[in-house]
C-alpha cells in the first residue's frame, strides 16, 4: 500500500506539469510594413567637394516618401521606395565668387517621382536579453529610377529641361524606435547618386547626387500579438526558452528524487518490519511473528507456538542414519520451494514438499540446518536481511507443523555464498536458493 501510494504521488507530480513542446513550435511575425516619411532635400551631400558641385550654396527643401517592405530574415529585408520634391541651390560655381552675377544663378530641380528597390540591413537585433528591439540601426542599399526637371536661372552652360527619367542608387542609414509591436519611429539619411550629370541644369565632368534627411513612422502590417520579425531577437528567445526548458527538467529530476527517496524509505521501513517479526527475543527458537508466548525465560522448553511445554520429555539422541529416501524428501522440498518476489512469503505450493520434511523430523529427530541465499542484486544489508529472514520462514512453517524448534538452525548468508555465475539470469536464480542440511 505503501508503494502504491508512492507511485500515486510520483504519476501526479509528473501530471503537474504541462506539455513544453508547444515552446518550440512554429512562431508567427509581422513581415509586411509601410512606412511614411518627410524631411529635407538638399544637392549638399558628404561626399561633395568643397564647391558642392556646380552650385555653391544649397537651399533646404521639403520632401517626402514612402516604402513598402517585407523583411525576409530578422537581419534583412527588401522594400520598394518612393520619393518626390524639389532640391534647390544657388550660386553658380561657373560665376565669380562673390559677384552678383553669382548670386543671382540658382538652379531648381522638381523630382516628379522616383521609385527604388532597397535592401534592408537591420544592425541591432541581436539582444541577449530581450526578444524584441527598442532601438534598430539600419543601413539600406538599392537602385531606382527617377523622373525629374530642372529649372536653370543665370547661370552659364545651365539649360532647364524638362522631365526625364534617370537611374540612381540611395544608400542610407538610420535608426528606428519600436513604439509598440506594431508601430516604429523612423529617422533616416540617404545619399542618392545619380547615374547623370543634367540633375541641377549643368552639364559637367561628374554625376550629379542630393540627400534626403527624414522623420517618419513605419506601421508593421498582420496581427496585432505579433512581434515584428526585423525587432526581433532569436537569440534572446532561445535564451529564454532554453532556461524554462532547464528550469522545468530540474522541477522533474527534483521531484523525481523527493519519489525516490521515499519509496526508498518506504522499502526500508518494510525491511525492518520483517527484521523485527523474523527475529526472536526472548532466543527460544520461535519467530516474532509465530511466537504466540513472548518473553519466555531462557532455556525453556517451548512448543512450536513458542509457548512452554507443561511436562518437557526428555531428549534422547539416538545416532540417526540419513537414507536416500531422506534425501530426496528434503531435495524435493529445496527444487519446490518458492518466495514471493522480494518477501520471506512461502508460496501456498511449497507447503505439501514442506510437510513432508516436517514429517521426516518428527519421526526420526533429525537436526536440520537451513541456511539462506541471494544473489547480488541489491544492497549487502537488503540481501542479508532476506536470506535469514527466508531461512526463519522455513524454519517457522516446520515448527508450525509440528517440527522440534530445539532442532533446527535457520542463517542467512546473503549474497557471499554462491554456486553459480551472478552475470545471467539463471546463474541469479540457482543462486537464489535455502540450503537443507540433514544430521
Known sequence: MVLSLIGSTSALFAQGYSD?????DKKNFRTWSIGLNGGMLTHFTPLNNQSNGDFK???????YGGYIKKQILPSFGVQADFLAGTVKGFR???????????????FKTTMQWAVALSGN?????????????????????????MSASANVKNTPGGASNTYDESIYVPIGAGIKFGLSKGLNIDLGYSVNFIKSNR?????????DRFSYAHAGIEIALGRKKSSQLQNFSPIAALREESAAESAELRARLAAAEQARMQEEQARLALVQQYTREMGDDDADGVANKFDKCAGTAAGTTVDGAGCPLKVPAP???????????????????????????GKATIKARSYETLNRVADLLKEKSFSLKLAGHTD??????????????????????????????????ATGYGPNQPISTNKTAAGRQQNRRVEFSLN
Open 20 to 24: 513544453t513542446t508547444k515552446r518550440f
Open 121 to 145: 540591413v537591420t544592425l541591432a537585433n541581436l539582444s541577449l536579453n530581450s526578444k524584441r528591439g527598442v532601438i534598430s540601426p539600419y543601413a539600406t542599399g538599392g537602385v531606382g529610377v
Open 92 to 106: 553658380s560655381n561657373s560665376l565669380p565668387a562673390g559677384s552678383p552675377a553669382q548670386d543671382a544663378s540658382s
Open 199 to 207: 540633375f541641377d541644369g549643368v552639364l559637367s565632368g561628374l554625376n
Open 57 to 63: 550654396t544649397p537651399q533646404e527643401t521639403w520632401g
Open 315 to 341: 531428549v534422547v539422541r539416538e545416532r540417526v542414519i540419513v537414507t536416500e529416501s531422506d534425501r530426496r524428501v528434503v531435495g524435493e522440498a529445496i527444487k519446490n520451494l518458492e518466495f514471493d518476489l
Open 376 to 409: 547480488n542484486t541489491g544492497s549487502m544489508a537488503l540481501n542479508m536481511a532476506l536470506s535469514k529472514d527466508r531461512a526463519e520462514a522455513v524454519k517457522a512453517y516446520l515448527i508450525s507443523q509440528g517440527a522440534n524448534a530445539s532442532l533446527i538452525e
